[in-house]
């Protein structure tokens, strides 16, 4: 499969592993892709500000839910525990980014979650449907967006329209 992945789609891969190596996550899922698509130049980038969303405020969500590492602020304080005061207490015990930081270093590969390989596998998909030879970072994205992924649902979150994001996308040229 990634034999038909162009440069850039090979590079968000790539970067997704950067992205989740930097976090201290132990697997890659659909967010850190997410986050590598966005954060250079490329189609996902461009259909987002054609359907005019604020591309700086949902890169800023996504590197905050990659950097807390999947901690749900909302479940802790539903049980009394205020994870932005377990941050700050651990950052001046420990020094600055200890919670993020503690016990979450990987050098070596990075497995892909359950999620991260639907979304692959149904980019390769959406290759094919639109009959483009290469799989390139556009179909990367259209496949988060297929999946029932927590890079779509960051996406939801942050009040992007899913349905415009996707005829953006696909509007786009085919992948070289």
């Known amino acids: 499969m990634f034999e038909r992945f162009t440069k850039e789609a090979r590079a968000a891969v790539v970067g ?7 976090a201290g996550a132990r697997s890659i ?8 698509l966005l954060e250079r130049p490329g189609p996902a980038l461009h259909a ?19 950097r807390a590492g999947g901690i749900d602020a909302d479940a802790l304080a539903g049980i009394g525990i205020d994870l932005d005061a377990v941050r700050r207490q651990a950052d001046a015990v ?6 993020e930081r503690a016990g979450r270093k990987s050098a070596g590969h990075i497995p892909f979650t359950t999620d991260a390989k639907k979304a692959l596998e149904l980019a390769l ?11 390139g970072g556009s179909h990367l994205m259209l496949g988060i967006l297929r999946a029932k992924s927590p890079g779509r649902a960051l996406l939801e979150h942050t009040g992007v329209d899913t349905d415009a994001f996707r005829t953006a996308l696909e509007e786009q040229p085919k992948a070289a």
């Open 16 to 22: 997704a592993q950067d992205v989740a190596r930097e």
């Open 29 to 36: 899922d659909t967010r850190h892709l997410l986050v590598a």
């Open 48 to 66: 987002l500000r054609a359907i005019e969303v604020d591309v700086e405020a949902v890169l800023a969500q996504a590197r905050a839910d990659v």
């Open 94 to 99: 420990f020094g600055p980014d200890a919670l």
């Open 125 to 135: 998909r959406e290759a094919i449907r639109l009959k483009h030879k290469r799989l």
